[in-house]
C-alpha cells in the first residue's frame, strides 16, 4: 500500500479530516509497510553517499517496525552505517542499564541487532545531574541540528494526545527540555514499572518544535483505547491541550492506523454522515442504534423525520419507510437475547443465536490470565455448567507477574509455618524481602506465584459447579518471561492449543476479543487460539463448532456488535462477583490494573449493567445485566 503523504480532507468522505492518515487491517501489516518506508529511505540516502537521519519512538507501538528492520537487515542485507538516530524521549532520572529505560528498549527492540554505529545512536541522557540538565537539553538540540535535521521521525500517541512526552499544554515551539508526566501517562506505564509508585514523575523530551522540523512524520495508532484521541487529533481544532494536533500543520505527516484505531473517524463510525452508503444488514443496524442513541428514543419510536433530520435519508429510501425499517432492526436486536447460551432443548432455534440439536454439547472456555474468564463471562459460565453441558476451562497463560510480591511472601511464610526447616520456603522469603523494582523474579517465586493464581482459579471453578478434572492450566511458554514484555507466540505454544482442542473437540469455543487489554496478552491468546483452530478446522468435527468471542475488564461490545446476550438476574451478578472475589491476589489493588483505578468485579458489573441499559433504552426487556459475545466468522484481523 502507498503511504505516500497527500493532503487531507481533499474528498468528501474525508473532509472532517485534518490530518492524512491511512488504515490497515492490522498493526502487523501497518508495521511492515512503515519499515519498509524507512528501509527504502536508509538505501536512497546510501546511494546519495549521506547519512539517513531518523527520530526514534519507543512504547508498544514501533516495536513491530523494529522487528520488521531488523529482519530486512539480517535476511536482505539492510545496513545501517549510515544511520544517525535521535530518540525522542527519556524518563528523568534513569539509568541506562535500567530494564525500563528507553536506551535499554531500543537496545533491546533494535540497536543490538543491526550494524548501526554506536557513535550515530543518540538518546536523551537520564543521569545528568539536574544542574546541568538544560545545558544537555540545548546540546541535545544542536546535536540533531548538525546531522541536518531529522529525515524520519516516527513517533506513537498517548492518551493525553503527546507526542514524544509532550504533555497538555506544550508550546508549539517548544525544544528539547525536562518536563513533568501527566498523571494519565504514569497510569498508562505503571504496568510496566510494577505499580503508579515506581513510574518517574518526569521526562526528557524532544520538542513540538523539534519533531515539526522533521521532513517526514509518521505517526503509529494501533487499537481501540487511542480511538478517541485520534479522532481529536484528526478531525479536531489545533488545541495545546490535544499536542498531536500541531500536526495538522506539517507539510508531509502521516498517520497510520490499524482497524481498531480508526474506529471514531466520522466515516468510519458513521459514513452515511459523509458519503452514500451500500447498506448491508450490518450497517442498517449500526446506523439505527446510532440514530436511536442521538434522539434518546426506543427504535420502534423512531420516525421518518428522525432519519431525514439526521442525514440518513438515503437509508429511508433503499428501505422504504422507517416503520418497516424500525420493526426489522428490533427484531434483530430482540433474537441476539437469550437465556440458553448453549443452545436450548427443544426449541426452535431458526431466530436464536445458538442451535438446540446438539441438546449436550462440549464447551471449551479459554481464559488469557486466570480470572478472564469469571470476569468476562462468569453468568455465562454458570448458566452453561448448570444446564448440563460438558463445559471446560483452559487458562492460557500462568498470570504469575500479576501477583505483587507481599502476596507472595504471605503464602511463602505459610508454606514455612507448615514446614519449618524448609529451605525452599526460606530461600523464597529471603528473596522476595531483599527484591528490588528492577530485580526480575526467580523461576522459584514465578512458580509460587503461579500456584497461587492456579488456587484462585479452582476455587471460582469449583464455586461454579466444575469438575477439576475439566480445568486445563496451560502456561503458554510466550508468557513465562518474568517480565512484561513477553515472547513470540511459537509453534511450541500452538501444539499445546491445538491438543487441548482437538483432545476436546468443543462445539463452542469462548475465547477473549478484548483487545484494548494494554499488555497485549489478550491478543496474543487469541490470536494463538484462531491460528489452533485454523490448523485443525479440516477435521469434520470441527464443522459443528462455533467460536464465541467475549470482551473483559477493559471493554464491552457495542450493541449493534452482539450476537447474543444473555441476560443476569440479579442473583447471577451476586455469584458473578463472588466467583471473581476467589481470585483474591488481584482484589483491591491489582500489580496491573491497566487504564482502570476500579477493581476488575466493578468494571465487570458497570459493563454488564450498561448494556443491560442499553438494550432497556433501544426498547428490549429491562434486565439487571447483560453479557455480550460475537461470532467469529473467520476475520484474520484478530490474528
Known amino acids: 500500500m502507498d503511504i505516500r503523504y497527500k493532503p487531507a480532507g481533499q474528498f468528501e468522505l474525508t473532509r472532517f479530516e485534518k490530518i492524512h492518515n491511512i488504515s490497515f487491517e492490522s498493526s502487523y501489516e501497518a508495521s511492515i509497510v512503515v519499515a519498509r518506508e524507512i528501509a527504502d529511505l536508509i538505501k536512497h540516502k546510501q546511494q546519495q553517499n549521506l547519512n539517513c537521519v531518523l527520530g526514534l519512538a519507543t512504547g508498544s507501538s514501533p516495536t513491530k517496525v523494529y522487528e520488521e528492520l531488523v529482519r530486512l537487515h539480517k535476511e536482505e542485507g539492510l545496513s545501517f552505517t549510515n544511520v544517525i538516530s535521535f530518540n525522542l524521549d527519556e524518563y528523568y532520572p534513569m539509568e541506562k542499564s535500567n530494564v525500563q529505560s528507553y536506551d535499554y528498549f531500543m537496545r533491546e527492540h533494535l540497536f543490538d541487532h543491526i550494524d548501526i554505529l554506536a557513535k550515530n545512536i543518540n538518546i536523551p541522557n537520564g543521569t545528568v545531574a539536574n544542574e546541568d540538565l538544560y545545558q544537555s537539553c540545548v546540546d541535545y538540540e544542536m546535536k540533531i541540528k548538525a546531522a541536518g535535521g531529522i529525515d524520519f521521525q516516527l513517533l506513537g500517541i498517548g492518551r493525553t494526545g503527546h507526542i514524544g512526552f509532550n504533555e497538555p499544554g506544550s508550546h508549539l515551539n517548544s525544544g528539547t527540555r525536562n518536563i513533568k ?108 442504534l446510532w440514530l436511536s442513541k442521538l434522539t434518546n428514543k426506543s427504535i420502534l419510536k423512531l420516525t421518518n423525520k428522525d432519519y431525514n433530520n439526521n442525514g440518513m435519508s438515503g437509508l429511508l429510501s433503499a428501505v422504504g419507510s422507517a416503520y418497516d425499517l424500525n420493526i426489522v432492526m428490533f427484531n434483530k436486536m430482540q433474537h441476539t ?30 481464559s488469557p490470565h486466570p480470572d478472564d474468564d ?229 468494571r465487570a458489573e458497570d459493563r454488564n449493567s450498561g448494556t443491560a441499559k442499553l438494550y432497556d433504552e433501544l426498547g428490549m426487556a429491562e434486565y439487571a445485566a447483560i453479557e455480550g459475545f460475537v461470532r467469529w466468522d473467520g476475520d484474520e484481523t484478530f490474528l
Not at 346 to 366: C, G, S
Not at 461 to 474: E, I, K, P, S
Request: proline share 4%; glycine share 6%.
Open 337 to 366: 437475547i437469550t437465556g440458553w447460551p448453549g443452545g436450548k432443548p427443544n426449541a426452535d432455534d431458526l431466530n436464536r443465536p445458538e442451535r438446540a440439536d446438539i441438546p449436550k454439547k462440549r464447551v471449551l472456555i479459554f
Open 374 to 602: 469469571v470476569i468476562s463471562m462468569g453468568g455465562t459460565f454458570d448458566r452453561l455448567v448448570e444446564q448440563g453441558h460438558e463445559v471446560h476451562v483452559a487458562y492460557q497463560t500462568s498470570g504469575n507477574i500479576a501477583v505483587s510480591d507481599k502476596e507472595a511472601i504471605k503464602f511463602a511464610e505459610i508454606c514455612l509455618a507448615l514446614n519449618s526447616d524448609s529451605k525452599k520456603s526460606k530461600e523464597l522469603i529471603s528473596f522476595l524481602k531483599k527484591k528490588t523494582v528492577r530485580v526480575v523474579d526467580s523461576k522459584d517465586v514465578l512458580k509460587l506465584k503461579g500456584l497461587i493464581r492456579r488456587s484462585e482459579s479452582l476455587a471460582a471453578t469449583r464455586y461454579l459447579g466444575l469438575d477439576d478434572d475439566n480445568v486445563h492450566f496451560l502456561n503458554l511458554p510466550f508468557y513465562e518471561t518474568g517480565t512484561v514484555k513477553k515472547n513470540n507466540l511459537t509453534n511450541t505454544d500452538l501444539d499445546i492449543m491445538c491438543k487441548l482442542i482437538g483432545d476436546i473437540k468443543p462445539h463452542q469455543i469462548y475465547a477473549a476479543g478484548d483487545l484494548r487489554d494494554p499488555h497485549g496478552t489478550h491478543r496474543v491468546c487469541l490470536s494463538a487460539i484462531l491460528q489452533a483452530v485454523q490448523k485443525i478446522q479440516d477435521q469434520a468435527w470441527y464443522e459443528q463448532c462455533t467460536v464465541w468471542l467475549y470482551r473483559g475488564a477493559w471493554h464491552e461490545w457495542e450493541p449493534h456488535e452482539i450476537e447474543m446476550a444473555v441476560p443476569l438476574s440479579p442473583g447471577e451478578v451476586e455469584l458473578k462477583r463472588n466467583a471473581i472475589f476467589k481470585h483474591e491476589s488481584q482484589k483491591d489493588r491489582a500489580v496491573y490494573p491497566g487504564h482502570d483505578d476500579r477493581e476488575f468485579w466493578q
Open 181 to 288: 508526566l501527566d498523571h494519565i501517562t504514569r497510569v498508562d506505564a505503571s504496568s510496566a514499572f510494577l505499580g503508579l509508585e515506581n513510574v518517574p514523575v518526569k521526562a526528557i523530551t524532544m520538542g513540538i518544535g523539534t519533531v515539526r522540523t522533521a521532513k517526514r512524520i509518521v505517526l503509529l495508532g494501533w487499537g481501540s483505547n487511542k480511538a478517541k484521541i485520534l479522532k481529536k487529533t484528526i478531525e479536531g481544532d489545533v488545541s495545546s491541550s490535544v499536542p498531536a494536533t500541531y500536526l495538522q500543520n506539517h507539510h508531509n505527516t502521516t498517520f497510520i492506523l490499524d482497524e481498531a484505531a480508526s474506529e471514531e473517524l466520522t466515516r468510519v463510525k458513521t459514513p452515511w454522515l459523509v458519503t452514500s452508503c451500500i447498506w448491508t444488514d450490518e450497517l442498517k443496524l449500526k446506523a439505527v
